[in-house]
């Protein structure tokens, strides 16, 4: 029988039925002081003859949630996503109660496990248990950059490769291929003993396979609109909700901050050719340039050129000037700006005025708890 002490924070594994909601649950469960980690992947799609990566969660409805189990059903109970415990023997998107214990996570496993799918999110292919059959594995240890991972050695049925993976039992499993350079950092263990493969001369580069490990130039942007949008989501997540204030949320942060500056330079060639584009534009490189602390000066006088343009009741200027002020500390502009927002019928907003009011909320919540 499980036993789980109420005072004492656990990694639960959750489930959620809503689609692609997992890094707003996360950002939500963040907000009110819950500890989360979605695993996240590369997706390469071809938009208008360009290809372009994006960072998009792993696996659908997959969450682990670091809190006392009354911490999370009382989250449970407020979400409108559908959120459940996973347990053992159980699919991966059903809700069922009367199977299975609940899937709790040891601490340091969850810590190998954020290391290892942060540190190389451009390489890491996922899998659930389901997915496929593995053959039995090879325990070893490898030792990928500074960092020493314990995992297995596996194959897939009817592929030759070998992969090195490191999995969440009953959850997921996270692998990389094994290249030669890991396969000479190996360590086998069996039984308590250890291996250690003989180390090999390092294999040497030719001029043509330097070239293939820099990373590449980023095109500009031929979806400007949804690139736009990402920036901005990107960014203001990495400002207001993602603190550098632990181990989950310090990796986190910085998968989110790369992501911010890839799709920085996606957007950066673009001039809006009206002044509400470039206003919206100007806002996203701002909150971009803030995340990242690079070419902040030019991305504020953007932002004040881009404000000066629009007419006075525009609800674009109100909010460029909003954040205009809190990232720049202007307390005599926001409180102008409060004032505005004290002259609303809060209680019965106007349809942009409602829109603003559930954009900054999370920040209101994050100045309150400070």
């Known amino acids: 029988m499980q036993e789980i002490d109420p005072k004492r ?20 469960m963040t907000l009110k002081g819950l500890e989360c980690f979605v695993p ?3 997706e390469v799609k071809t938009v208008r003859r360009q290809r372009q990566e994006t960072l998009v969660p792993a696996i659908k409805g997959l969450i682990f949630v670091h809190a006392r189990k009354e911490e999370v059903e009382l989250f449970m109970e407020k979400s409108t996503d559908g959120l459940f415990f996973r347990k053992t023997h159980q699919e991966l998107f059903t809700k069922e109660k009367e199977r299975g214990e609940l899937i709790i996570v040891s601490e340091a496993k969850m810590k190998a496990f954020i290391d290892f799918v942060t540190e190389h999110e451009q390489t890491v292919t996922f899998y659930s248990p389901d997915d496929i059959v593995w053959q039995e594995g090879e325990k070893v240890r490898v030792t990928i950059g500074s960092e020493l991972y314990e995992g297995e050695i596996i194959r897939i049925k009817g592929k030759r490769r070998k992969l090195f993976a490191l ?3 009953n959850v997921v499993y996270s692998t990389i291929e094994l290249t030669p350079e890991l396969m000479q950092s190996i360590e086998r263990y069996t039984d308590g003993q250890e291996h250690r493969r003989p180390t090999l001369s390092p294999r040497r580069l030719t001029p043509s396979k330097m070239a293939k490990t820099e ?3 980023v095109p500009k942007s031929r979806h400007l ?8 989501d990107t960014a203001w997540r990495v400002l207001f909700v993602l603190k550098s204030n632990g181990v989950m949320v310090s990796r986190a942060y910085q998968v989110a901050r790369n992501e911010v500056e890839r799709v920085m330079r996606r957007v950066a060639p673009y001039k809006g050719v009206t002044a509400a584009l470039e206003g919206e534009l100007a806002l996203a490189m701002f909150l971009g340039a803030m995340a990242t602390g690079e070419d902040t000066e030019a991305a504020t006088e953007r932002m004040r050129a881009a404000i000066a343009k629009l007419i006075d009741s525009s609800m674009l200027k109100f909010r460029m000037r909003f954040y205009l002020a809190k990232l720049t500390d202007d307390q005599e502009e926001m409180a102008r700006i409060m004032d505005t927002i004290g002259s609303w019928n809060l209680r019965k907003p106007q349809r942009k005025q409602e829109a603003f009011l559930k954009e900054t909320k999370g920040i209101w919540e994050v100045k309150s708890e400070e």
């Open 225 to 232: 609109e949804k690139d736009k949008k990402l920036l901005f």
């Open 167 to 169: 999995h969440i039992p």
């Open 9 to 28: 924070a656990y990694w639960f594994v959750m489930g959620a039925r809503s689609v692609n909601r997992e890094t707003k649950i996360c950002d939500a």
């Open 215 to 217: 990373d590449r130039s």
């Open 40 to 42: 996240m992947r590369y």
